[in-house]
């Protein structure tokens, strides 16, 4: 028979960036929250600001019918100028929520932005490039990572209290109203695995039916460092508990809980000899934890999770896709996102067209007189002058300045 206890968490214990959750409370500032989106997430944020006495949900854009007394902004344009807003919670639909996004970057508002932010990961690029301008901060909305359970997890596999690392299993069920299941699903799910594992190296995707859209089921295999592995699964189907399995040669962890993190957690301890423990945790809130994160950030601590982690999501997503529709592994190679990692990109690129022009040219200009194209001569002697100004440009690289960031 197993045995069955309950746990609550202490708020001085540390969260997963090691930075105590006993000082949010204390180092919480009052802010005045601009909700954009009106969504079932977009509604539910604003709920959560509004229980919070530490921030006030000053605006609204297009609004909810059940927050009357909210400023109701006619546009997005007066929404972003409107006076009083300290921060941002971007929602909408993805249509608009990349633009939007870009917008309150640019603006440089702190800014919470509900996961994924598109299809793909350029609207997290285009901030991660203008945030050197406008020092701009934003947070993902990725709190599973932040789950006490999962701390619980992170701990025993930190302390080995597992033996031998073996794997991690990550099980999931997603209704059509989740969207696609590699790029809004998985984007969503892959971050807590990502926690665990550590930098993902590689991954090999697998659905039903075959191609780059399945929407049955996707399983996704993850090498991380030292050739460890996870699994995440998803099927379609009814909302059902999601569960996170961590395994070793000495027994194995289960944390089975709500896929919206605010119902009934459990957390199950096996071993191979005895029998399994069971571990009731109490209710959590998300958006504190969140809201946390987006304070700790503005006074300058690496909150976790931050715009790397949330463009590390998108960049597996998308290496997902390009293995499902190649039927491969696909391996990765991350690179910083900067100004002058893009320089380099520009130049690069620039580098090699130049390179096959000149491998066509020269051989037409020399080819132009035996035909009667005299002409053609001079378009060698636009050659040197051409690779002069190539290498003056190389110049321009010491006017780019470099990122100092610590997630990118």
Not at 8 to 29: M, N, V, W
Not at 144 to 164: I, K, Y
Not at 263 to 273: E, I, K, Y
Request: hydrophobic share 40%; charged share 25%.
């Amino acid at each position: 028979m197993s045995s069955s206890r309950r746990l609550g968490y202490d708020k001085d214990e540390q969260t997963e960036g090691g930075e105590p959750k006993g000082s949010e409370a204390d180092a919480l500032e009052t802010m005045n929250f601009l909700i954009l989106g009106d969504g079932a997430e977009e509604h539910a944020w604003a709920s959560a600001v509004e229980r919070h006495a530490e921030h006030q949900l000053w605006a609204a854009f297009p609004g909810f019918a059940d927050f009357a007394d909210v400023a109701r902004p006619r546009d997005f344009d007066d929404a972003l100028a409107l006076a009083g807003v300290e921060a941002v919670l971007v929602g909408g639909d993805f249509e608009v929520r990349v633009e939007w996004l870009r917008r309150v970057a640019a603006a440089g508002l702190p800014a919470i932005c509900l996961h994924p932010p598109g299809d793909d990961s350029e609207a997290y690029y285009q901030v991660a490039l203008s945030r050197a301008e406008t020092g701009a901060v934003l947070v993902p909305d990725l709190p599973a990572r932040l789950h006490p359970g999962v701390t619980l997890v992170r701990r025993a596999l930190e302390n080995s209290e597992l033996g031998l690392f073996r794997g991690i299993r990550h099980e999931s069920s997603a209704m059509p109203s989740d969207g696609d299941l590699t790029r809004h699903v998985f984007s969503r799910t892959v971050d807590l695995v990502r926690s665990l594992l550590g930098e993902v190296e590689a991954v090999t995707g697998t659905g039903d039916p075959p191609g780059q859209r399945p929407d049955q089921n996707l399983v996704v295999q993850l090498r991380g460092p030292e050739t460890r592995r996870a699994e995440v699964r998803i099927v379609a189907g009814p909302a059902e508990p999601a569960r996170l399995i961590v395994s070793g040669d000495q027994g194995s962890l289960t944390l089975e809980y709500d896929p919206a993190l605010t119902g009934q957690t459990r957390l199950v301890r096996r071993t191979p000899s005895g029998e399994p423990s069971v571990t009731e945790l109490e209710p959590w809130d998300p958006h504190a934890a969140i809201l946390g994160v987006l304070t700790r950030s503005l006074a300058g601590s690496d909150a976790r999770p931050n715009l790397l982690d949330g463009t590390r999501a998108m960049e597996l997503a998308e290496a997902t896709a390009r293995s499902l529709r190649r039927g491969r592994t696909v391996d990765l190679h991350y690179e910083e996102i900067s100004e002058a990692s893009n320089f380099k990109s520009v130049m690069t690129s620039t580098g090699c067209m130049l390179l096959l022009g000149i491998m066509v040219a020269l051989p037409a200009a020399l080819a132009g007189p035996a035909l009667g194209w005299n002409w053609t001569l001079y378009i060698a002697y636009a050659i040197p002058p051409l690779l002069v100004l190539f290498m003056l440009m190389q110049s321009l690289r010491f006017a780019v300045r470099e990122s100092k960031s610590k997630d990118g």
